[in-house]
């Protein structure tokens, strides 16, 4: 099993460093996230005792059931799972750093409440729906910068940048789109100079279409599969639950 782990880490290694040396970009400028769901914390701490800090879960109840296992080795913790607004007190709990799935301007005034109270901030990515597949969560590129606007309102929101969940597609270059209408909204809110707003981030890429996203401009990958095996659960259980 470790070695397994560790083997499947080397590989993603050495794919995220052969996709930055084609498109000429710095391998110190993509980070790996680790996409933990499903995943025991005992798998989850020999990522992290060979180096690797950052994870993500998708649901507050995983990340409430590995917190007490995993919080005495050094690591960030970002969540990227749709958020319901009275689990925010959980993630504040188990020390996320950084919420990627902020889709909706009710979720950034609670949280704001929330942080407010106990004298926190948090750093936060503003998820877009790209592939325009209604049943996926993500708040439409035509008011992305619109909600960016009122978010950066909130002093204890930190926007660092974008996420995305590209189309569900075993073939790239139909991912590849989503990708690219990402970075232009990077590009179009970097111009608009929004006060407390920094565009760094683009979150993008998954196992299958990393490379993609590297070419397209991706500062995070978020992988699971490729490094923990397949899952049991379809990826709908997690990205197309019941809509509110
Ligand atoms: C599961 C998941 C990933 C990783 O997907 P893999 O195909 O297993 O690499 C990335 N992002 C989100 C939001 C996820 O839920």
């Not at 569900?168 to 100079?193: D, G």
Request: aromatic share 4%; proline share 2%; charged share 30%.
């Amino acid at each position: 099993m470790k070695e397994n782990i560790l083997h499947n880490l080397e590989i993603i290694n050495n794919r995220i460093k052969t996709a930055c040396e084609k498109s000429e970009r710095n391998v110190d400028d993509v980070k790996l996230l680790l996409a933990t769901k499903t995943v025991s914390a005992e798998r989850i701490k020999i990522a992290l005792e060979n180096g690797h800090t950052l994870i993500a879960e998708n649901k507050v109840q995983e990340l409430r059931e590995k917190h007490d296992d995993l919080k005495s080795i050094s690591h960030q913790n970002h969540f990227i799972g749709h958020l319901q607004t009275n689990k925010i007190k959980d993630i504040l709990n188990c020390d996320v750093s950084c919420l990627q799935s902020l889709d909706r301007f009710e979720l950034a005034m609670k949280l704001h409440q929330k942080l407010f109270a106990e004298g926190k901030t948090m750093d936060v990515l503003i998820q877009v729906n790209t592939s325009d597949e209604e049943s996926k969560f993500g708040i439409h590129p035509d008011s992305a910068i619109d909600l960016v606007i009122k978010v950066s309102k909130f002093q204890t929101l930190k926007i660092k940048g974008l996420m995305t969940i590209g189309l569900f597609s075993a073939e790239t270059e139909k991912v590849r789109p989503c990708f690219k209408i990402l970075k232009n909204l990077q590009q179009k809110i970097i111009q608009q100079k929004i006060p407390n707003v920094e565009m760094k981030e683009l979150s993008m890429g998954m196992s299958s279409d990393l490379e993609t996203a590297i070419e397209e401009g991706a500062t995070i990958v978020r992988v699971g599969t490729a490094v923990f095996g397949a899952r049991i659960y379809p990826d709908s259980y997690y990205w197309h639950e019941n809509k509110k």
